[in-house]
T-cell receptor, first 110, second 112 residues
């Protein structure tokens, strides 16, 4: 079983819809990352958080350390948001070592 | 002004060959990483270097050998390539081991 589980695996939405992607982890962590992988293959870091909530534009990431759960929300989704969203955690025991979820493929239709 | 660059972008080669992938970052970061992304898009750490010292060496066949000539470069050499080595290899860097990681564009390796 992977240390990091994401749901759903695939998500289809209509433009303008509110999107939520969930991430649960089973180990102690020092930080959690949300990454975006574009259709062209490039990977971009969206957020790194260890508590609370962060917002960047239409993207919001939250984390609940006690429940070992994080969510990534996209408000007013747009076709350009179509990508794979990947959750990853730093376990803290080894510098920089990330453990990845299997990703959520998001497709937003116009 | 690319932050993390990799060469080549595509690599098609025969089984048994030896090949290298190069990575360079101009962000002044101390830590660099190699990741492998399989056909199901699952990412896994292979190696990490901090200030030219190997700090993560995942369970990877010893046909894979990383080399960090300086803090800005981390290369990956693969001997005796096998079909199962076909994947996308990503280089990344971070300021320390506890900061946001910046990824290169990936090298798509296909072993025939």
């Amino acid at each position: 079983k992977n240390e990091v589980e994401q749901s759903p695996q695939n998500l289809t939405a209509q433009e303008g819809e509110f999107i939520t992607i969930n991430c649960s982890y089973s180990v102690g962590i020092s930080a959690l990352h949300w990454l975006q992988q574009h259709p062209g293959g490039g990977i971009v870091s969206l957020f790194m958080l260890s508590s609370g909530k962060k917002k960047h534009g239409r993207l919001i990431a939250t984390i609940n350390i006690q429940e070992k759960h994080s969510s990534l929300h996209i408000t007013a989704s747009h076709p350009r948001d179509s990508a794979v969203y990947i959750c990853a955690v730093n376990r803290g025991s080894t510098l920089g070592r990330l453990y990845f979820g299997r990703g959520t493929q998001l497709t937003v239709w116009p | 002004d690319t932050a993390v660059s990799q060469t080549p972008k595509y690599l098609v080669t025969q089984m048994g060959n030896d090949k290298s992938i190069k990575c360079e970052q101009n962000l002044g970061h101390d830590t660099m990483y190699w990741y492998k992304q399989d056909s199901k898009k699952f990412l896994k750490i292979m190696f990490s270097y901090n200030n030219k010292e190997l700090i993560i060496n995942e369970t990877v066949p010893n046909r894979f050998s990383p080399k960090s000539p300086d803090k800005a470069h981390l290369n990956l050499h693969i001997n005796s390539l096998e079909l199962g080595d076909s994947a996308v290899y990503f280089c990344a860097s971070s300021a320390t081991g506890r900061e946001t990681q910046y990824f290169g564009p990936g090298t798509r390796l296909l072993v025939l």
